[in-house]
Each structure stands twice: as structure tokens, then as C-alpha cells.
């Protein structure tokens, strides 16, 4: 027994060692790789110019995008100002709006707040955020100088986790003043695995079981009124919007996953009761689960009986200061693949089955708290002005209590991108055909539009 068990230690030995020594060996590469690579940033930080800092006075997440906005005044003319991430070795060009008065700037990496540094394409390492500014000397060569940006917000650090890509995503702490002489904004990016309670996309299945929103009834090509006490009084199905949210919800949904995505959903059945602004509430899901995205999935109705509305069609809402593309592209797919058709209400209108609504005067002035903190230019949905915090300008600061609790994420700068779907009337006969028969078509459409979107966008 005992010669056996010599036998089998020296057996193991031999497999071990050489494990041992490869594991050894790997981190060494690594440990040597990453101390190489900090001595590298650190040489590089300390070629930073001092003279003068970038002061950012405001900045904000908003969806998949980053949008900052500075001012600065460098020392000297400059020929040649670009914003940067940077590490010395590898440098991405961020595109911006820069206004120049002499050697004063007034930079905005966007007008839009859907629009901005693309988080999602970033690669994975350590980079730094500054300005760089090149200059020729008097035999013509260049002289390239950098400027760090000081954070002159309300704001602190930020986190973001990339979509889910190939089962993948990453994680990008975005950090002021990590290092030890002067001001930074650094970008941390790595792999890691999704939180448990971290989301890509939230879907709001409009209404819910307390509210089931407009209903109606349908037998053959007949409509009938349907308030004859919740039935329809010609034994034939009644119908109801929260019903139909639901449905097209919990398709979209299933295709979203089949792409890869995470999501989850207000209510997830036809008893479920959803409060506004409550944990998980359908102003706040979304950013409670971090996602990048909030679909709240509505039908309309015009208050015409007998299936004879004379509006029809599908309106998509959205955001201030937003830029149409998405919107556009989900308009497209949803006329391709939902066989609707973008509705002809002129009013609210920016754009073929795109709409912008805003709070009036005269709402303004009914609001139950005064003075008001809304303007002509606060978005009239909470779906989307609650949902996106300081870009969307929410405007639930607890004024409301106890009507409404307060929004905890009003003053946020680290939101979804909201949008609200109207797919189409549903007291309008070929709308309510297309609705009962054609779920996965809606479902599809947007799901399809996200996708070429993300696959398209820079």
C-alpha cells in the first residue's frame, strides 16, 4: 500500500509542477504587463500642461450616450483644439461643438442629449478625458499640448454597464481627481458580470389592473358601446388597452431576449397593480435597474364610438433636445414589419408619426403646486420627463407629496432614454384588426429598430 501511494504522489508532482510553474509564469506577465503599463500612464500624466484646466459645468448619462459641456481659456493661440480619451498610447477623437472668442472656448459634445461619447463603443482599459491642442513651432513642427478637465458640477463619479453583447458587458467607472497632482476625468473600463438587479432595457406595459385604460368591443365588423356593465352586451370579446399592452409587452420582451438583452417589465400580468413613482414604479424602474432604455408600451383613442375614429396610425413620443434618429428608425420598422402606418394628427407633430408634447400655459397654470418649476419646455409625459432626470427636466422634486411621493430620480444624471409607443387607435377599426392580429409585428418592429440602431450609431 505504501509503495503504492508513492507511486501515485509521484504521478501527481508531475502534473502539478508544470501547472504550477504556467500559473506562476501568467502572473508575472501580468502583474509585469499592468505595473509596465501604470509607470506608462504616470509619465504620460506628468506631461500634462498645468497652466490651465478645463472646467465642466455640466454632464450627463442619457441613455448609451455621455454629453458634457466646459469652457476654457488656454494661455496662448492654437491652431489645431480636439477633445480626447486618451492614454498616452491609444487617443479616440470625441466629437464636440466648440465656440472660440480669441483664446476662450465654450465646447457641448452635443446639442442632443441622445448624443455625445457613445459609452457603448469604448474599448476595455484605463483613458483619460482632456484637451489636446497642437501648434507649430518656427521650422514647422508640431508642438502637442494636453489639458485635463476639472469637474465644476453638482455631480460626483458615475458607473455604467454596457448593453449585454455576446453575453458580455463591461463595466465603465467614469472618476474625477484620480490623480494625485492636478484634476482628471478617467475612464475605467473592464469585463465583468451583470448584477443581478442591473437591466438593459425596461418595457411599461401601459395601465394596469386598477386602470385598464380605453375598452372596447368587437364581433365581426360590429362595435359596440362597451359600458354595459364590463361586458359586451352582444356576447362578443371585450377588449382593453391595458390588455393589449400587455400582450405586445410580453412579445417584445421575449424577442428582445432573443437578441441578448436583459430586460424586465413593470407588471409582468393582468392583476399586477404598478404605482407611479414607487420602487420599480413606471417613472422609475427603469433607472432603479440601471437600464438604458424605457419603452412604455400604449394604445391610443380618439373617444369615437363605433369603431369609426378618424385618427389611426402609430405616434411615437419623445424627448426634448433629442435627436430622431432612433425615433425614426423605430417609425420605419414599425411601417415594415407591424403593417401600420404613422398617424396624420398634425398636433404635437415633428415628424411622420413623431411627436414632441410639452406642458401649455394654461396647464402650467392649473398645476397644483405654485409656482410651478415647469416651463413651456417640460415635457407633458411623465413616461419621459420623469424617466430621464436632468436631461428630460423632471419635475417631481416631492412638491407633490402625498399625492405623488417624490421621483428619486429627478435630479439624476445618469438615466435611461425613454420613449413612449401610441401603436395605434384602438377605436379605430383597422387599427384594432391589426392590434388583435398582428401582436408579434409591433413587437418585432421595435426590437429590429433597436437593434439596427445600436449595429448603425458611432
Excluded at 417589465?265 to 438604458?292: C, F, H, Q, W
Aim: hydrophobic share 30%; proline share 3%.
Amino acid at each position: 500500500m505504501k509503495k503504492r501511494r508513492r507511486k501515485n504522489s509521484k504521478k501527481y508532482l508531475t502534473i502539478l509542477v508544470p501547472i504550477c510553474i504556467v500559473l506562476l509564469l501568467a502572473l508575472l506577465i501580468f502583474v509585469g504587463y499592468n505595473l509596465i503599463f501604470k509607470e506608462r500612464t504616470k509619465k504620460f500624466l506628468e506631461t500634462i500642461d498645468t497652466t490651465a484646466y478645463v472646467e465642466i459645468n455640466s454632464y450627463a448619462i442619457y441613455g448609451i450616450h455621455m454629453n458634457l459641456e466646459g469652457t476654457f481659456t488656454l494661455p496662448e493661440s492654437i491652431e489645431d483644439v480636439k477633445l480626447v480619451l486618451t492614454n498616452g498610447d491609444y487617443e479616440q477623437e470625441i466629437p464636440w461643438n466648440l465656440e472660440q472668442d480669441n483664446n476662450s472656448y465654450t465646447f457641448q459634445t452635443s446639442e442632443y442629449i441622445n448624443e455625445g461619447i457613445n459609452l457603448e463603443k469604448l474599448p476595455t482599459g484605463e483613458y483619460y478625458l482632456l484637451i489636446k491642442t497642437t501648434n507649430q513651432d518656427e521650422n514647422n513642427n508640431p508642438i502637442t499640448k494636453y489639458y485635463s478637465l476639472e469637474n465644476n458640477s453638482d455631480y460626483k463619479d458615475l458607473e455604467y454597464y454596457t448593453l449585454t453583447k455576446d453575453n458580455k458587458n463591461n463595466k465603465i467607472d467614469i472618476e474625477w481627481n484620480t490623480y494625485e497632482q492636478f484634476p482628471t476625468l478617467r475612464f475605467h473600463i473592464y469585463e465583468t458580470e451583470l448584477p443581478e438587479d442591473v437591466y438593459d432595457i425596461t418595457i411599461d406595459p401601459g395601465h394596469d389592473a386598477s386602470d385598464p385604460g380605453k375598452s372596447i368591443c368587437l364581433n365581426g365588423n360590429n362595435i359596440y358601446d362597451p359600458d354595459y356593465y364590463g361586458y359586451c352586451y352582444n356576447g362578443g370579446t371585450l377588449y382593453t388597452e391595458s390588455d393589449f399592452n400587455l400582450e405586445i409587452s410580453q412579445a417584445l420582451k421575449t424577442k428582445l431576449e432573443s437578441l441578448g438583452y436583459k430586460v424586465t417589465m413593470t407588471r409582468n400580468t393582468l392583476e399586477d397593480y404598478v404605482e407611479i413613482y414607487d420602487p420599480m414604479g413606471s417613472a422609475t424602474m427603469a433607472n432603479d435597474t440601471k437600464s438604458k432604455f424605457n419603452f412604455a408600451i400604449h394604445h391610443n383613442s380618439s373617444g369615437v364610438d363605433g369603431g369609426l375614429s378618424y385618427l389611426n396610425g402609430t405616434e411615437i413620443y419623445i424627448a426634448n433636445d433629442t435627436n430622431l434618429d432612433l425615433a425614426e428608425t423605430f417609425m420605419q420598422e414599425l411601417i415594415n414589419t407591424a403593417n401600420t402606418a404613422p398617424s396624420y394628427k398634425s398636433l404635437y407633430k415633428i415628424a411622420d408619426g413623431i411627436y414632441q408634447r410639452f406642458f401649455t400655459e394654461e396647464e402650467i397654470a392649473e398645476d397644483d403646486v405654485q409656482p410651478s418649476n415647469k416651463t413651456t419646455d417640460t415635457i407633458y409625459y411623465y413616461y419621459i420627463r420623469e424617466v430621464g432626470g436632468i436631461s428630460t427636466h423632471a419635475t417631481n422634486d416631492g412638491r407633490y407629496s402625498p399625492t405623488y411621493p417624490k421621483n428619486e430620480h429627478y435630479n439624476s444624471n445618469n438615466t435611461a432614454e425613454p420613449y413612449l409607443f401610441e401603436l395605434g387607435y384602438i377605436d379605430n377599426l383597422t387599427d384594432l384588426q391589426n392590434m388583435i392580429n398582428n401582436q408579434s409585428g409591433y413587437a418585432d418592429a421595435i426590437a429590429n429598430a433597436l437593434q439596427k440602431y445600436l449595429e448603425e450609431e458611432k
